[in-house]
């Protein structure tokens, strides 16, 4: 999967049905990161990903509360990074 899909599907997604979009969009973000096989890619690959959400909440300033589940969604995933690491 490209990083511009998930940030895509975010875009797209956003004005639905937040329940049902969510998930679609946490899916995306998995198998996004599940192209990365060491932790720090993945990190990385999440930190990316967060800064796509940014500008993308510039551009689409209605979509604010979304992208704000949807980077609460990636903070766990760091957080489950980093109890791997330790």
Do not use: C, K, N, W
């Not at 720090?40 to 704000?68: H, N, W």
Request: hydrophobic content about 50%.
């Amino acid at each position: 999967m490209s990083l511009s899909e998930p940030v895509a599907l975010v875009g797209r997604l956003g004005g639905a049905s937040r329940i049902g979009a969510i998930v679609v969009v946490e899916q995306a973000i998995d198998a996004y990161i599940a192209g990365y096989t060491r932790p720090d890619d993945r990190g990385i690959a999440l930190d990316i990903l967060l800064r796509d959400f940014a500008r993308l909440r510039i551009l689409e300033p209605d979509l604010d509360p979304f992208i704000s589940e949807v980077e609460g969604y990636i903070d766990l995933l760091h957080r489950q990074l980093s109890r791997l690491a330790a």
